[in-house]
């Protein structure tokens, strides 16, 4: 069984801070994603990475980055947490074909 | 631009009756798409692809390229049915990376 894990399940922080989110899959996917799902808008692409140190920009990638060191984690960093980044965040994996994705439990992000 | 349209957000159905989840798609080639599933307080997860053509818990859903639409069916639904539902797609330019629709919560009452 294919295991996405992500670091923390809910967090709260203050506007300005320097959030991580860490996303770890143990199935050796050369593919990992992350996303934002909110209400009415579904789940948004912010950036995905395709091999270790590799990115992409997604739909959605302004006031995120992303790094990739090693192939099994792929963490998200919001540079300077603002009200509306508050969301759920999905973290997937999948290997390059076929192209299902697995998803890890979400870490709901609360930014006051 | 790919784009993947769910009509409905809310569907309401009681249990037994048949429902149909609306799912259009925009995408000049020929897309894979997918349906994805979220239990309440579960993580979201795959309920079935076009091109294995299978029935996953009694859904089936066809790739209408005429129309655009991957619809998702179930004759008979049932209270354990009642979760979230996304439509995605991927194309065939990307590295598996997925469109989704804006999702349809399905709430079955017995």
């Known amino acids: 069984d294919v295991k996405v894990t992500q670091s923390s399940r809910y967090l709260v922080k203050r506007t300005g801070e320097k959030v991580f989110l860490e996303c770890v899959q143990d199935?050796?996917?050369?593919?990992m994603f992350w996303y934002r799902q909110d209400p009415g808008l579904g789940l948004r692409l912010i950036y995905f990475?395709?091999?270790?140190?590799?990115?992409e920009k997604g739909d959605i990638p302004e006031g995120y980055s992303v790094s990739r060191e090693k192939k099994e984690r792929f963490s998200l960093i919001l540079e300077s947490a603002s009200t509306n980044q508050t969301s759920m965040y999905l973290c997937?994996?999948?290997?390059?074909?076929?192209?299902?994705?697995?998803f890890g439990p979400g870490t709901r992000l609360l930014v006051l | 631009a790919q784009r993947v349209t769910q009509p409905e957000k809310l569907l309401s159905v009681f249990k037994g009756a048949p429902v149909e989840l609306k799912c259009n798609y925009s995408y000049s080639g020929s897309p894979e798409l997918f349906w994805y599933v979220q239990y309440s307080r579960q993580r979201l997860q795959l309920l079935l692809r076009?091109?294995s053509r299978e029935s996953i818990k009694g859904f089936t859903a066809d790739l209408n390229k005429g129309e655009t639409s991957f619809h998702l069916k179930k004759p008979f639904a049932q209270e354990e049915d009642s979760a979230m539902y996304y439509c995605a797609l991927v194309g065939t330019d990307s590295w598996g990376k997925l469109q989704f629709g804006a999702g349809t919560q399905v709430v079955v009452t017995p």
């Open positions: 997937a994996s999948s290997l390059g074909n076929p192209k299902t994705q697995y």
């Open positions: 076009h091109i």
């Open positions: 199935m050796d996917h050369e593919n």
């Open positions: 990475s395709y091999d270790v140190k590799m990115k």
